[in-house]
Nanobody
Framework: QVQLVESGGGLVQAGGSLRLSCAAS????????MGWFRQAPGKEREFVAV??????YYADSVKGRFTISRDNAKNTVYLQMASLKPEDTAVYYC???????????????????WGQGTQVTVSS
């Protein structure tokens, strides 16, 4: 089992920045690929970013504005968000996958564990 707890969400004006954190406990954190997803009201959960050992990948909608990183010593993955837009408003979830490959890493069904989510609201 892996427990994931997100933090760092909040209300920010358009153009602002936030850093989300996801603290993991349980099984060996370094064994997992870590991803971020988000879900806006009335919409399906969508992929944001994933940190794999073979590379880091972003959704086109956040590329160049968001940065995913991890600190294995702290069992934490981060999502630094900059130049935020109102359309970034959503509940953000971190997730852990033992393995995924290619486009499978963009699919929420590839992930084994999920946090409870943290709300990000961007005002215009």
């Amino acid at each position: 089992q892996v427990q994931l707890v997100e933090s760092g969400g909040g209300l920010v004006q358009a153009g602002g920045s936030l850093r989300l954190s996801c603290a993991a406990s349980g099984r060996t954190f370094s064994n997992y690929y870590m991803g971020w997803f988000r879900q806006a009201p009335g919409k399906e959960r969508e992929f944001v970013a994933v940190h794999r050992w073979s590379g880091i990948y972003y959704a086109d909608s956040v590329k160049g504005r968001f940065t995913i990183s991890r600190d294995n010593a702290k069992n934490t993955v981060y999502l630094q968000m900059a130049s935020l837009k109102p359309e970034d408003t959503a509940v953000y979830y971190c997730a852990a996958a033992l393995s995924c490959s290619g486009y499978g890493c963009y699919d929420s069904r590839s992930y084994d564990y999920w946090g409870q989510g943290t709300q990000v609201t961007v005002s215009s």
